[in-house]
Structure formats: structure tokens, C-alpha cells
């Protein structure tokens, strides 16, 4: 049970990147207000990480792959698709802060490094589809105002270090969540190319029950690097 506590803690940490104790998670909306580009059952979560999109959706990027949607929960999980994974991308979008709909990418105004929770990183970036929202929401909060491109470029700089932390902390996650999927779950012998698929399947099949938030996200960590 110990053990058990300390992987929920770590996880809420990565998941919540800078945000102050007791705040609550600024890049989250109703689920009504959330767009959801991609389709089929993992729709719910993002193409990199399997986080929950509506969770991190302030943070959330979009692009189009081999005619197909793919969103993200941040920046940072779109570049390792394009870099890492080596997808042709095309279509490129992010959430408008002002409005909460999609806008293209190359049109936006980023505000990097505010005082607001970063996701996947520990520098923020959050998008506006006006020069002057951006400016006010910079005047509240801090930070820079970048374009798309100087937005990837600081992205892929700081890539090889970031991507480094994020895969050490899931192994970490994904080592409990092995500990939780072998004392709540029925067994399966599925294999899994994504944690959105591993979560959908989850939740779908009721191996765990209906597991959720924390736990639904290491168990689908595990099953996905098992």
C-alpha cells in the first residue's frame, strides 16, 4: 500500500508540472468544451503519452498523419512524434486560450515560460489566435511571445534533456503500474503499440473495473512497455 501511495505522488508531480499544491489543474475543461480531432476508441488520449487530453487541454496540439488525426497533449509530445517517430506532419493546430478551438499552428501566438503549468515540461507554452491576448495574458503571467517556428526550434532544443526526464519517470510509473495491474487486474495477453490504445482497451474490457485518472494511466504505461 506504501509503495502504492508513492507511485500516485510521482505521478501527480510529472502530471502536474509546476502547479502549486492545492491549485487546480489550469489546463483542464469540461468535457464538453474540449475538441476532439482524432477518432476510434483512444480518441480520449494523446497519440505520444496516453495522457487524457481534456485534462492538459489548454496545452493541446493537432496535426494530420497518413490522413489521419493525431492530438497531443502538448508541444513537447507532438515534437517527439515528428522527430523521434519520424512522422511527416501536416495540418499542424493548437488550442486558442482565448476561444478553445483549434487554429493553425503558424497563425498563433505563444506565450513560453509563464507562471502557468507547463505539460510534459517544465516551461509553459500556451497558445492565442491574437497578437493582444497574448500580451494580456503575458502581463498576468509572465513569459515570452514566440511564433510556431521559434516555438519548435526552442521545443527541439531542449528535446534530448526533457525526453530523457519524461522516459525516466515513466519507467518508474510504468514499474508500478505492473505492481497495480498484478494485484487488481484480469490478465491479458494483448499487445499495445500506444498508451491511448492500452487505456481504451482498459477501459473498454473492464480488466481493472473501471479504473481511472492516475491508475488507468500507469497500468496503460506498463502494458504498453511490458
Known sequence: MKKLLIVLFVLGVTLSANMPMGQKNYRAVPMDKATLLKSGKDKMYCSVCGMTLPMFY????AADHDHKH???????????????NGKKMSNMKVVDNTTLKFIPSKDAYFVVGSDKPGTMSMVSKYAFG???AAQEFQKQNGGKIMDFDSLL?????RQAKELA???KKQAKMAKKGGMIYHKMCKKTDKHFTSVAQAK???KSSKICGNIKG?????????LTHR
Open 214 to 222: 492516475k491508475k488507468l494511466q500507469v497500468v496503460g504505461l506498463y
Open 130 to 132: 491574437t497578437k493582444k
Open 153 to 157: 526550434d526552442l521545443v527541439k532544443a
Open 200 to 202: 481504451a482497451f482498459l
Open 70 to 84: 493525431d492530438q497531443y497533449c502538448s508541444v513537447t509530445c507532438l515534437v517527439e512524434d515528428m522527430v523521434v
Open 165 to 167: 526526464m519524461i522516459k
Open 58 to 61: 489548454r496545452t493541446n496540439h
